[in-house]
């Protein structure tokens, strides 16, 4: 049985799901989240023109506005006293940030938190994982969008298929479980790769989760016409290997998710954009620099860090994030005519 939640919304969701950015950085730069060039950025928005190919500019917090990691875990502390049962740390890339697993120890040790998990791009897990386990992490999942290695440096901006692989043998080998893998499907640049990349997981004894884009790239360049949905994700996939559907129990996972009948391996797909599970979102978002968000597609933030930083007791900290949870909206707007993409993008939230 979940403990009582103290943190409804007015659609009566209880929120049991804490994502932490810890840091709005990152060292890689994938066209679909933070692209480096204009031209990556024009990828998919198809007017390329290479004589205006230039950086987009970023603006880093400064250190000092993220929240510290003894800021986060008080902040934890008071949330799972509220139901919070559940944290991703996310980011930008969570791994430049240092000792990490410092953070996962402190979280470990927080009554009620039951389960910790790392979303990362792999650079960077090689070193540091034996310290992550040690302290307590057990759920890892990483980005891994091609299977080519030049195509995976066209959408990441790095060359780093091998060490994503490698981080995969790594967390094998450490005891990580479940190990899951990211994929962004955009048309035309890696959908061909669909049925290779379930193969993958197969082969790895993985679970692969393929992600409809959504508009929350950097460069604004987001288009319809370039989300592979569910449907035919699920289609292609299903011609070159039988799949059947996993009933889920927790009917606030945003996977939908299929076994591969030879497996042993699962599927999954995130489709927010054609099959929208908003009215079962029990999550909320932490940013790097202390904000709240109560949905991805959010065009506001509240500023949880003023409340730390200035003094409040625990109560006045648990009114503040009550107040905040009640004004939680009710779905995102993604496909409308009245849908605005929010100021700060994918690697600032945290996806
Ligand atoms: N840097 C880490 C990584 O890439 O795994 C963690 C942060 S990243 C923002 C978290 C996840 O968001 C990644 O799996 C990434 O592929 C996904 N993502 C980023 N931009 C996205 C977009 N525009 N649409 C869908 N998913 C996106
Ligand atoms: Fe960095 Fe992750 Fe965004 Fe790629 S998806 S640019 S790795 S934050």
Same mark, same amino acid.
């Given at each position: 049985m979940p403990t009582p939640s103290s943190l409804a919304d007015s659609f009566g969701r209880s929120i049991r799901d804490l994502r932490i950015s810890? *840091?709005? /950085?990152? +060292?890689? @730069?994938c066209l679909y989240c933070l692209p480096e060039t204009e031209e990556a950025a024009n990828f998919? /928005? $198809? @007017?390329?023109?290479p004589d205006k190919a230039k950086p987009i500019n970023y603006s880093w917090k400064p250190r000092d506005h993220f929240l510290t990691y003894e800021e986060i875990e008080r902040l934890v502390r008071i949330l799972a006293r509220l139901g919070v049962n559940k944290i991703r740390l996310t980011g930008g890339?969570?791994?430049? @940030? /240092? +000792?990490v697993s410092n953070l996962v120890s402190r979280l470990a040790g927080v009554? $009620?938190?039951?389960d910790i998990a790392l979303t990362t &791009? $792999?650079?960077?897990f090689p070193d540091q994982a034996a310290g992550l386990h040690q302290a307590g992490l057990r759920r890892v999942t990483f980005s891994i969008d091609s299977l080519d290695p030049a195509n995976f440096k066209k959408i *990441? $901006? @790095? !060359?780093g298929l091998h060490l994503v692989k490698e981080s995969i043998r790594v967390a094998k080998d450490l005891g990580f479980a479940p190990i899951k893998l990211n994929a962004v499907v955009i048309r035309h640049l890696n959908d061909h790769e669909l049925v290779e990349l379930a193969r993958f997981a197969q082969i790895e004894k993985v679970a692969m989760r393929f992600i409809e884009f959504m508009p929350l790239d950097s460069s604004r360049a987001?288009?319809? !016409?370039?989300v592979v949905g569910k449907a035919e994700i699920l289609e292609r996939v299903g011609s070159a290997m039988r799949l059947s559907p996993i009933r889920d129990e &927790?009917? %606030? #996972?945003t996977a939908q998710r299929w076994m591969i009948e030879d497996g042993p391996a699962e599927i999954g797909v995130i489709a927010?954009? #054609?099959?929208?599970?908003?009215?079962h979102c029990n999550r909320i978002r932490l940013t790097a620099d202390g904000q709240i968000r #109560?949905?991805?597609? %959010?065009?506001g933030e509240h500023d949880i860090k003023e409340s730390l930083r200035g003094g409040a007791d625990d109560q006045a900290v648990i009114a503040r994030l009550q107040a905040i949870i009640a004004q939680?909206?009710?779905r995102h707007h993604i496909g409308e005519a009245d849908f605005a993409q929010p100021d700060r993008t994918m690697s600032y939230i945290g996806g």
């Open positions: 810890i *840091t709005d /950085r990152c +060292n890689f @730069r998919y /928005r $198809g @007017r390329f023109n890339e969570p791994l430049l @940030r /240092r +000792n009554p $009620g938190i039951d &791009n $792999g650079f960077l *990441t $901006g @790095r !060359d987001w288009q319809r !016409d370039h &927790n009917e %606030s #996972t927010p954009v #054609t099959e929208p599970f908003c009215g #109560t949905c991805l597609f %959010s065009l939680k909206e009710e």
